[in-house]
């Protein structure tokens, strides 16, 4: 998450927040002027070492169920008047 950070600012866009890991909330929000970028990012497996699923890539379910969590987090942003932008890896 730091990298992707590093990689906003040096486009010139402000860190307005961020949450690691184990927090909540939106994992990353930028600015630039009256933009504003709102970064959801998902790991390849668990990062919670005291869980069975530490370092396990996710199941089928769970790549749904993140997805679909972040699919509706950004129909939420929309409506907000949010432009949608997805870039998936």
Not at 57 to 82: K, L, M
Request: charged share 25%; no cysteine; net charge positive.
């Amino acid at each position: 998450m730091r990298a992707a950070m590093a990689h906003l600012q040096s486009k010139g866009l402000a860190i307005e927040s961020y949450a690691l890991s184990h927090q909540h909330g939106d994992d990353v929000v930028a600015i630039r002027g009256s933009e504003r970028l709102i970064v959801e990012a998902k790991s390849e497996g668990g990062s919670k070492p005291h869980t069975k699923k530490f370092g396990q890539p996710f199941d089928v379910g769970q790549g749904y169920s993140h997805v679909s969590r972040a699919v509706v987090r950004a129909e939420g942003a929309r409506t907000e008047g949010a432009v949608i932008r997805g870039l998936f890896y």
